[in-house]
């Protein structure tokens, strides 16, 4: 039973980050990535972004290492980087040089700033990208900083999801017309289209600029999450008027002594109530308690704790291989069977058979381990 990626090769040149994490989907999704590693310690480290990966260790800094990922390219669909706008073009494996050898490879690049603009070609993080977006400053307490999202919202929502996006439309691109196409990502314009929502509710006048004033941004009683008697906490968010009585029903408190759902004016005391309630259980006798409603009331969980919840058991969300908890591939093809043991490959794993693909004989291989190409 096949993924529907299989049959598609993807090259991945290392990078961190919202690149990685794309290969990964791209590799649970059946699709053959072979990550290009650098020399150096950092490619040793293993990581569940790696998972099933095949592997080979270049020193593109070298035209013989430049020449082996140029093959690759001849026998590939996809190339993706996650380099400053240029480093691929000076290292002579930018989208023309590998277009010359493969005109029908689809050609992935991630940035946070995009490959054009005043700061294209200076440093960022996560948190820098969401900031310009406006989706930092909507984050967090009034009267507080912003609270940064993990890296969530900028890396791999902005990014890694509109790097693979891209990447599947292009494909598709590439199958009806023989040509390939370049995938320009940039986290930036990936925040701000999933800002959408926002600018559509500022544009009917149900947003505002204002931080923890707004239905989404726990300024609502009812949207936020509150503390337990254990110091835990649960996450509340019936917006509808019906899972807000089924909160009010489980919580045992009087409509009419909570008052309207969406009385401004009663916020204050709402919260208050809503904080003494709460307050008087522990996380896990509420979550008891919520468990099989449509309160919309859920308990907050560590990452650890994630794995044993029964929702998560049922749909194989969490499973232990090795040293790491993973999550299992996402989405869920109905025609594929469950998740293989996953496997994390040294940097240079499949070196030898790629080669032998490549048809080099002995003498240059070990030509391009003498001159330092690959280990």
């Not at 890694?160 to 390939?180: D, E, H, W």
């Not at 709402?270 to 509420?286: C, I, P, S």
């Not at 969490?318 to 999550?327: C, I, Q, S």
């Not at 109905?334 to 080669?355: K, R």
Request: hydrophobic share 40%; aromatic share 6%; charged share 20%.
């Amino acid at each position: 039973m096949s993924k529907p990626l299989e049959g598609i090769r993807v090259i991945e040149l290392a990078g961190i980050g919202p690149g990685p994490y794309a290969g990964q989907l791209l590799s649970d999704m059946g699709a053959e990535v072979i990550m290009v590693n650098r020399p150096g310690p950092m490619s040793a480290v293993p990581m569940i972004s790696n998972r099933n990966k095949t592997t080979i260790t270049l020193d593109l800094r070298k035209p013989e290492g430049v020449a082996v990922v140029l093959d690759l390219v001849k026998t590939a669909d996809v190339l993706f980087e996650g380099l400053r706008p240029g480093v691929t073009e000076r290292l002579g494996i930018g989208p023309e040089a590998c277009h010359l050898v493969n005109p029908k490879l689809v050609y992935g690049r991630m940035t946070g700033w995009g490959q054009t603009g005043p700061w294209a070609k200076t440093a960022g993080h996560d948190i820098n990208y969401i900031a310009i977006t406006g989706a930092l400053g909507a984050m967090g307490k009034k009267g507080e900083p912003p609270v940064p999202p993990l890296n969530l919202v900028g890396d791999y929502g902005g990014g890694s999801l509109f790097l693979v996006n891209g990447i599947l439309a292009a494909l598709i691109q590439a199958g009806r017309t023989g040509k390939g196409d370049i995938v320009d990502t940039a986290i930036i314009d990936g925040t701000n289209s999933l800002m959408s929502i926002l600018h559509t509710l500022d544009g009917i006048g149900q947003w505002t600029p204002e931080r923890g004033a707004n239905l989404l941004d726990g300024a609502m009683p009812y949207y936020r999450c509150y503390a337990t008697q254990d110091g835990k906490f649960m996450a509340v968010g019936p917006l509808e008027p019906q899972f807000f009585a089924e909160m009010l029903r489980v919580l045992d408190i009087d409509p009419t002594e909570y008052g309207g759902q969406n009385d401004k004016s009663k916020f204050a005391e709402q919260h208050d109530l809503l904080e003494r309630t709460f307050a008087t259980k522990t996380r896990d006798d509420w979550a008891a308690l919520f468990d099989g409603t449509d309160a919309c009331v859920a308990p907050v969980l560590t990452y650890a704790e994630a794995a044993e919840h029964p929702q998560n058991i049922a749909r194989g969300g969490l499973k232990k291989h090795g040293p790491f908890t993973h999550p299992r591939t996402a989405p869920v093809f109905q025609g594929t069977m469950e998740d293989p043991e996953f496997s994390i490959s040294g940097p240079n794993a499949n070196a030898t058979e790629l080669f032998n693909e490549l048809g080099y004989d002995t003498v240059k291989i070990e030509a391009l381990k003498a001159a330092g190409i690959t280990p």
